[in-house]
């Protein structure tokens, strides 16, 4: 009915046909539900949460429950948090309970107040009194709340993902990473120069440790992930991370492998445990420390301390360490890089540094993604050693990237990116934070991900370089030797400022392209890395998704469409039947035609025009691979001398 202006109802002048009402002819209500249970808002409040087990689970694993009560199940994880935070010189762990001290996550929590631990008998200490909040394996959807609540900078952004800062370091800090030396790491790990395990001693980690533990038991409340390392089940590691704020647990709830709720009621102990206290700095009066951050490995201990930095990365790259120790223990390769496989089964690994494209290559719509950026190699094949993927987000394009961009929604966190302030939509262009924003993501927001994230034998090994000198050919084939020559060395060329015009590039090497996570001396990993490609048959392929037609400044990155019908052409096979001329200096093989790809660019001469310019920096970059490599000329790789001798030949000649 319309209303006039005096707000009195008029007759319109045709009614509009009768309502039907009910054909009782009772009244007409506008809603025939029963009348809510609930005599107050706060039970009307509790009606709305439902128990359910505290995790995400990834499938349906079959499995059976274990037979002890629920309450003594909580009671028994609760101990064993408390015994992880525990203080080792007052010798007890903190009272602990589980939810949230603001009351509304506790109401909906399986435990009660009263299941504390452990009370410390004698009161040594106000810590001691208090409890600490355990907020155990949340879900997203509670760790977004716990962000957006209690965390600065972090924001819903318009699609659903959260925004964070990682605070003052958006970046590793490889220089801050210390490992404890004791009588067994002194023989078994790599140690001096080159080596990226800077030593510190057993009482100065103690020190560390007590100092986050302290940090982390003087909070409210903890959070707490008990998740598993590699997808291989017979190879599984299970680790706790204990932080303080939502955006780590959230991030390494998707970069773990998440436990399904049966997998989580029998966890029982972790293998290996991080205490991230990342938002209080180390004391730089403590030995060793040179600066306010510092990032401690303990193999014996099994644990990891985290100091002055918040950037998650620190996180899942302290795991990748302990895998480069623990997998070669066991006979299996460790390796920094991406890994997908056809439909066929044929599994490509692409080795990288950073930013040279594992993950944007190894996410590739036609096939079955493994993983983007840490792997094992054992007699049964590859496998995954995270449960979700990194990538880097600077100018992210749907066009170009669609599977990354389409992973980007809720559940994933979004680092140090910029966003509209009011349509919250990010803008990925925008490098006002850093140029290093990533996204983390649930390996199973990719749509054709491999799962569970395994797969035989590799078949192609793709060595990515960023060249940005622009004289590594696209695409080069490589024999054995020279893919482990170019696997030791570990190169890539990155510039250094984008800000103030042209910059030089810098050659960096990095050993088995990642000797910032690696614990062995590096010819271990190479020749456990000949040894399985020998015997797999597998063939080696360096690829620049650098530049091409003059270094940076003058020539441009080679195109992406580009660089993937290359690996195409890789994975297909038809790449192995080309015709193949040699290159001067590095003496790589070099396709003549590839599909999709114009001819003329596969030789890097043909598309500089300043041919003296070429071969200068061409003799430049070979003088720099050739004195990287002096280091390894005195070490033999693997039993094979015959191979140790034809690797040491494989290098640039001139
Ligand atoms: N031709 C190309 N090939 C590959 N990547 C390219 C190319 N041109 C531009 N890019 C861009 O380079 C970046 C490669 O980064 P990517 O995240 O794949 O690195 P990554 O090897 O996974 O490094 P990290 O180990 O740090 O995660 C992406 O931003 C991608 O869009
Ligand atoms: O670890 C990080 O911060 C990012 C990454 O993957 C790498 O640098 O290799
Ligand atoms: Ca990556
Ligand atoms: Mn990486």
């Keep these: 009915m319309a209303a006039n202006g005096n707000g009195v109802s008029t007759t319109p002048k045709s009614p509009l046909a009768r309502i039907q009402t009910q054909k ?22 509790s009606l709305q949460k439902k128990r359910s087990a505290p995790t995400t689970p990834l499938d349906g694993v079959q499995g059976t429950f274990a037979t002890i009560s629920e309450d003594e199940r909580q009671r028994q994880q609760l101990q064993s948090i ?31 107040h009263h299941h504390h631990i452990e009370a410390p008998t004698i009161s040594v200490s106000d810590s001691s009194l208090k409890f600490t909040h355990v907020l155990y394996n949340l879900s997203p959807a509670e760790l977004y ?18 925004a964070t800062l990682s605070g003052a370091k958006t970046g590793r800090s490889p220089r801050d990473k210390r490992v ?21 001693d057993e009482h100065t980690f103690m020190v560390n440790r007590e100092r986050a533990v302290d940090y982390l038991n003087s909070l409210d409340k903890v959070f707490v992930n008990d998740q598993f390392l590699n997808w291989d089940p017979q190879n599984r590691i299970k680790v706790r991370i204990v932080s303080a704020r939502a955006y780590h647990s959230l991030f390494m709830h998707n970069m773990c492998i998440r436990p399904t709720p049966e997998e989580l009621e029998n966890f029982g102990t972790p293998d290996f445990t991080i205490y991230n206290a990342g938002q209080f700095p180390c004391n730089r009066y403590t030995h060793y ?34 895998m480069h120790y623990l997998m070669p223990m066991r006979q299996i390769l460790s390796l920094h890089s991406g890994c997908n496989m056809g439909k066929d089964g044929d599994v490509a690994l692409f080795f990288g540094l950073s930013g040279t494209g594992k993950t944007t290559l190894s996410t590739d719509h036609n096939r079955y993604l493994i993983g983007d950026d840490e792997h094992c190699w054992s007699d049964n094949g590859v496998s995954n050693i995270e449960g979700g993927c990194y990538a880097k987000c600077i100018d992210l394009s749907r066009e170009k990237e669609p599977d990354i ?15 509209d302030e009011h349509t919250r939509e990010v803008v990925y262009g925008d490098k006002s934070v850093t140029e290093n924003t990533r996204a983390a993501y649930p390996i199973e927001y990719i749509p054709n991900a491999k799962i569970p994230c395994v797969g035989p034998h590799p078949k192609n ?16 084939k490589l024999s054995l030797a020279q893919t482990m020559y170019h696997f030791i060395s570990g190169y ?3 510039v250094a400022g984008t800000e103030d015009g042209i910059k030089e590039p810098t050659a960096t090497f990095s050993a088995c392209f990642g000797a910032a996570f690696i614990m062995l001396h590096p010819t271990k990993y190479a020749a456990m890395l000949a040894e399985k490609m020998l015997k797999h048959g597998a063939t080696g392929w360096l690829v620049n998704t650098g530049w091409s037609g003059g270094s940076y400044g003058s020539g441009n990155r080679i195109k992406l469409p580009y660089t993937r019908k290359i690996i195409d052409a890789i994975h297909s096979g038809s790449l192995l039947n080309a015709t193949y001329h040699k290159t001067e200096v590095f003496g790589l093989d070099i396709p003549t035609e590839i599909e999709g790809v114009p001819s003329e660019i596969l030789h890097p001469e043909n598309t500089w025009a300043d041919k003296k310019a070429y071969k200068e920096t061409l003799l430049k970059l070979a003088g720099l691979f050739k004195k990287n490599f002096e280091t390894f000329t005195n070490y033999k790789i693997g039993k094979d001398n015959k191979l140790t001798e034809e690797i040491l030949a494989a290098g640039p000649n001139f």
Aim: net charge negative; aromatic share 6%.
């Design 82 to 112: 408390s015994a992880s935070l525990a203080s080792l010189t007052r010798g007890t762990g903190p009272k602990v309970v589980r939810g949230d001290p603001a009351g509304k996550v506790q109401s909906v929590s399986h435990v009660a």
């Design 461 to 476: 090994v793709i060595l990515l370089a960023c060249d940005a000198f622009g004289v590594l050919p696209p695409v080069s």
């Design 492 to 494: 890539t060329a990155l």
């Design 24 to 45: 009782n002819g009772g009244i007409c209500h506008d809603d025939s539900g029963k009348p809510v249970k609930a005599q107050t808002i706060d039970e009307l409040h």
């Design 145 to 162: 709340e716990q962000a957006i609540k209690y965390e600065k900078g972090s924001f819903i952004t318009s699609i659903g993902a959260l």
């Design 405 to 419: 961009w389409n992973a980007i929604k809720f559940g994933t966190v979004l680092e140090n990116v910029v966003f």
């Design 289 to 322: 420390m040179t600066s306010s951050t510092s990032i401690d490995l303990n193999l014996a201990r099994r644990e990891m301390v985290i100091l002055g930095t918040q950037y998650a990365g620190e996180m899942k790259k302290g795991l990748f360490s302990v």
């Design 180 to 200: 404890v030396i004791d009588d067994t790491t002194q023989d078994e790990l790599w140690w001096g120069k080159g080596s990226p395990n800077i030593e510190m």
